[in-house]
């Protein structure tokens, strides 16, 4: 039996390595496009995505190993599916966390208390929106983006099938 809220973490992290194995054979020149409207670079937008994954982890005291650090320079796809990966799986452990557990977050300046629950809603939320971006990216270069709708997970982990 699995957990429902595994779950999202689950699709969240297949959602993740699709998208980043669909990204592998781009030239480096693809790979630092942009485009109005979304975070950055399809590279700077996957450093985003598991650096936040990772924190959000951290946060809820799960962390991933390894982590991206600032100020290194693209590690390769091989190191951001690791990175994916190592959050996604911290992710997945969190929910199984009192929901309403509180925790502090915030700078030095603005602090604020949260429920455990709140972050993970973010982190799923947060991955979506930026993967959307890089969808939005391929797609302006004329590159069909993958499907990672939740029927696409469910076709590809053997979760759905065709009657």
Known sequence: ??????????????????????????????????????????????????????????????EPSPRFTDGVPWPGFDAISEMAAAAG?????????????????????????VEATVILAQAFNHSTEHRSQISTILTTLGIEPPDLSGWDWGLAVGRMHKL
């Open 89 to 113: 799986e911290s992710l997945i452990a969190a929910v199984d966390d009192p929901a309403e557990r509180i925790l502090e977050v915030g700078g030095q300046r603005d602090r604020y208390t």
């Open 1 to 62: 039996m699995t957990n429902l809220a595994a779950d999202f973490f689950r699709q969240n992290e297949w959602a993740n390595q699709t998208i980043i194995d669909a990204c592998r054979g781009l030239t480096d020149e693809q790979l630092d496009t942009d485009a109005v409207g979304t975070y950055g670079t399809i590279r700077n937008t996957f450093r985003h995505i598991v650096s936040s994954e990772a924190g959000y982890a951290t946060r809820l005291g799960h």
